[in-house]
């Protein structure tokens, strides 16, 4: 009995199983990005605590220099560069770092060129941020001027800054990617790190658009 235990025992001795271990690179980009979500929770905190003690007539005075149509062009743009990130991301995937086709046929993309439109309608947002700002500036509202401009710029510019940083971050995959003898693994997962980031930095404006721009 004792040897047909041994017999039975030994096949399962010899078994190998396989670990999947998370990416570390993803990881720690996901773990960044959570202490980036607690910085922008201190400026949404900063936000509503100024709109508790600013008198309700007084503030309105303010959010009525906001224009709302420009906003949500500008703001459009940006979460449809989630999707072309994205589109990017799945070409990266299939390590198509470029198009197989036309430029005008889109489902042949690869990642440079849905990357490369991602960063044009990034670039297309913060140009937007930039008119908007000037034209408060023209009507009056600074960031000294009103406490609801110094929350309402300082909300707003620290989100612009991020996605400047996004857009620097597009250069460097694209320029990894160019400089790539093989497309592989590395290059697809900078790019899947980088659309965490692009994805995070849209899912904040969302929710900055709602309160500023929605709420008032």
């Known amino acids: 009995m004792a040897g047909v235990s041994t017999a039975t025992a030994a096949p399962h001795a010899h078994q190998h199983v396989s670990v999947n271990r998370p990416n570390p690179v993803s990881v720690g980009t996901i773990v960044w990005l959570a202490s980036e979500l607690m910085f922008f929770a201190g400026l949404f905190a900063m936000y509503f605590t100024a709109r508790s003690v600013i008198p309700a007539e007084e503030w309105a005075s303010q959010t ?47 990642m440079n060129e849905w990357i490369t439109l991602t960063y044009i309608m990034g670039s297309f947002f913060i140009g ?38 996004g857009l620097i971050a597009f250069l460097f995959l694209l320029g990894r990617s160019f400089s ?25 404006w969302i929710a900055l658009f709602f309160v500023i721009y929605i709420l008032r």
């Open 64 to 110: 009525e220099k906001l224009n709302i149509p420009f906003a949500v062009i500008n703001t459009s743009v940006l979460v449809l560069s989630s999707v072309t990130c994205q589109l990017g991301v799945l070409a990266a995937e299939r390590f198509q770092p470029v198009r197989t086709g036309s430029i005008f046929q889109v489902n042949r993309w690869g």
């Open 128 to 165: 937007g941020q930039i008119y908007e700002y000037a034209e408060l500036v023209h009507e009056g509202l600074t960031i000294s001027s009103h406490p609801y401009g110094s929350v309402f710029f300082m909300a707003t510019g620290f989100h612009g800054i991020h996605v400047v940083g």
């Open 180 to 204: 790539a003898k093989n497309f592989g693994h590395h290059e697809a997962t900078t790019g899947i790190v980088t659309s965490y980031y692009w994805h995070f930095v849209d899912v904040v």
